[in-house]
């Protein structure tokens, strides 16, 4: 009698053997991060992997491919045609492992789970802070924070490489996008303590624009406000210098080397006894807002949901912390 089993879908043992015999999920996870980041360096920092062991991992997996994956493009790093493919099927069952993950999570409520949030630069002081008051609620919940410039949160939304973003403007590129507003950004413009102009009350734009001015690189959220109100004057400030971070700003305005703007996140650490002082300037504080964001139709799971709901309940915990510490910043915006 013939005892031949007859199977229907393709058994999970028969996976080509030279992918379960000689590639492991971290070299995955390694040559995924690399064609997402373009380099090698980047990737390695990701992961907190040295880039030495980046290298000899991804050799090892174009070694079991029998393929190159990877040619270098100038400084850029990208996938050959096979490369793609291998990029492409690894973004598909890493997509597959984090449902399965999302739905485990649901069947156990929270008590596990995984959330993915993304934010811009200037939201590095506001998001550990978040995420620690989630983590005493939910301390089984395993958290990752990647903090970005905008262009590069803007890139991972598009890519759906998190489950939420925080930004303090939305795009208007991005037009399929559910933004929920969650607590107040101040920007205020900051002075060394000491500077003439600590003592001046309602300053001027016109004199604050024959100031030295420092402002962020080009593309960044605050640098677009700060224009903006001096554009809405017809006044155009003396910009001195452009850096690409919130604390590289505070040393060059610590040093002399002019005024800035800054989110009043920025200083809640330092407070008020900081180095630096507030400027009561017209215009200023700029009130804006932090947003949540997520592409439209994306279905959350519900750790980010979850997440999402307790953000926007801390707002007014927030505000009233900040407005403690700085009440001459909420009085001026009344």
Do not use: C
């Amino acid at each position: 009698m013939d005892q031949r089993l007859v199977t229907g879908p393709k058994a999970a043992s028969e996976i080509p053997e030279f992918i379960v015999r000689h590639t492991t999920m971290r070299q995955l996870q390694i040559f995924e991060a690399i064609v997402r980041n373009g380099s090698f360096t980047r990737a390695a920092e990701e992961l907190f992997l040295t880039q030495p062991t980046v290298s000899m991992q991804t050799k090892k997996l174009t070694d079991a491919f029998g393929l190159p994956l990877l040619t270098q493009i100038g400084r850029q790093v990208r996938p050959t045609e096979a490369g793609e493919i291998v990029y492409s099927t690894i973004r598909e069952m890493f997509d597959s492992l984090n449902n399965l993950d999302a739905a485990l999570a649901e069947i156990q409520g929270l008590k596990r789970g995984r959330l993915r949030l993304a934010v811009v630069s200037t939201a590095k002081y506001l998001a550990p802070e978040l995420l620690g008051k989630f983590n005493e609620l939910y301390p089984n919940i395993e958290l990752s924070l990647k903090v970005s410039n905008r262009d590069r949160v803007l890139e991972r939304m598009s890519s759906h490489e998190d489950d939420l973003y925080i930004m303090g403007q939305v795009a208007h590129e991005f037009e399929d996008v559910e933004v929920y507003p969650f607590a107040p950004n101040p920007l205020v413009v900051v002075a060394p303590k000491g500077h003439a102009l600590t003592q001046r009350s309602q300053i001027s734009l016109k004199e604050l624009a024959e100031t030295p001015f420092i402002l962020r690189e080009p593309g960044s959220g605050i640098r677009d406000a700060t224009l903006k109100v001096f554009e809405k004057a017809n006044i155009r400030p003396h910009i001195k210098m452009e850096l690409g971070s919130n604390e590289a700003i505070k040393h060059a305005v610590l040093a002399g080397l002019g005024l800035s703007v800054l989110s009043l996140h920025s200083m809640t650490l330092e407070g008020p006894q900081g180095p630096l002082a507030l400027l009561d300037v017209n215009g200023f504080p700029i009130m804006r807002q932090w947003f949540i964001v997520h592409p439209k139709g994306r279905s959350l799971s519900l750790v980010a949901q979850s997440f999402l709901e307790f953000a926007i309940s801390e707002e007014q915990t927030m505000r009233d912390a900040m407005a403690k510490q700085w009440p001459l910043v909420f009085q001026n915006a009344e």
